[in-house]
């Protein structure tokens, strides 16, 4: 059965901070594509990280609804050479854009989390109950706990203003508009992009970064789109949810698939100086499945639109 609606968003001025990554561009997408106008603001014109102008650009435009995709990502390359970065630029984004949301009166606000919020070694399918019953991952620390800060602030305004403010923490994501920049993309694109030119220019080894033994979670990032629209009308709660595809898969795994797709055929090759990670991260999407939300795109269906992706912009691609 499906959660009935509880809020409409149709008519509502509908704000997504981050509109140019690959969360908020497929938000943005999946609301226009259901008729509704949204409201961003470039980054050029508004740094998130300014309290001043973010209090300016909520007093002007006076959104009902936020989602909040803004923030610093990359991949485990990118969380261990900038730690600064992922902690400070996504506590200061998330305290003025929920803080503006709540002094300027709007109605409903959903906060993008991650799965790196939970300890590393959290019993599997991960519980959102297990949040702070364990030691963090320490490449990802300063992300994860930027992003516990923002749940966690969240949660307070419902407890203490009554706001109906929301948080999903979605699980590894790929698609288009992924960064393929090899420093800072998460695993995905960045094997994606190597595997593609390994095959060019007739390389023989495509090297895969760790043991190729962690596991993760692969959803397409469409899906959690849906699913946030799904659950800005249909969901208003104290407790975050888990947001999964159920699809998991080693990142040996993962090279072989990425290899496959990007017509590469030489050897794969292990570098076990660079880090394994977390070992494993799937999460229990029980609690929204209870809501009547399923994803809808098989990996392989996801891998091949964002290598099709992949390969239509690559000119614009950083090197
Ligand atoms: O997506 P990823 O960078 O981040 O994946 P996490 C890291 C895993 O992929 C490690 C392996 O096991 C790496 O050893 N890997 C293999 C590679 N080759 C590569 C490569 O070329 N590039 C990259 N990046 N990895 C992320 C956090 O953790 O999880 C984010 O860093 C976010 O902040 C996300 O929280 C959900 O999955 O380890």
């Known amino acids: 059965m499906t959660a009935p609606k509880i809020y409409e968003l149709a008519g509502k001025r509908i704000f997504v901070a981050g509109h140019r990554g690959m969360v908020g561009s497929a938000i943005v997408r999946h609301l226009e594509a259901v008729g509704h106008a949204v409201l961003s603001a470039p980054r050029a014109a508004l740094d998130l990280r300014r309290q001043e102008r973010v209090e300016q650009w909520f007093d002007a435009h006076r959104p009902d609804v936020v989602v909040l995709a803004a923030g610093k990502v990359g991949g485990i390359g990118a969380n261990t050479s900038q730690p600064v970065e992922f902690l400070l630029d996504n506590l200061l984004i998330e305290a003025n854009v929920i803080g503006a949301a709540h002094k300027f009166g709007a109605e409903k606000l959903l906060f993008l989390g991650s799965s790196c919020i939970y300890p590393k070694f959290a019993a599997q ?10 030691p963090l991952e320490p490449t990802n620390q300063w992300y994860a706990i930027a992003k516990i800060a923002g ?4 949660e307070a305004f419902r407890v203490e203003h009554g706001c109906d403010f929301i948080s999903v923490m979605p699980t590894n994501l790929y698609g288009p508009g992924d960064n393929f920049e090899p420093a800072s993309a998460h695993v995905l694109p960045a094997l994606l992009r190597r595997a593609h030119e390994a095959a060019e220019a007739g390389v023989e080894k495509l090297v895969v970064w760790g043991s190729g033994a962690p596991q993760r979670e692969m959803m397409y990032v469409d899906d959690l789109a849906d ?3 799904f659950l800005l009308e249909r ?3 104290a407790s975050f949810l888990n947001v999964g595809s159920g699809e998991e898969f080693t990142i040996a795994d993962l090279a072989r698939k ?3 797709v990007a017509g590469f055929t030489g050897d794969i090759a292990f570098d076990t100086t660079k880090p394994d990670g977390t070992p494993r991260k799937r999460l229990d999407t029980s609690a929204l499945a209870a809501l009547g939300w399923r994803p809808r795109t ?3 269906e996801g891998l091949a639109r964002t290598y099709a992706w992949f390969r239509a912009n690559r000119a614009t691609l950083r090197a």
């Open 151 to 154: 749940l966690k602030l969240a």
């Open 227 to 229: 699913a946030c629209v």
């Open 298 to 300: 098989p990996f392989d």
């Open 125 to 134: 399918p991960i519980q959102e109950s297990a949040l702070l019953s364990g």
């Open 235 to 237: 969901y208003s709660g």
């Open 258 to 260: 990425a290899a496959a």
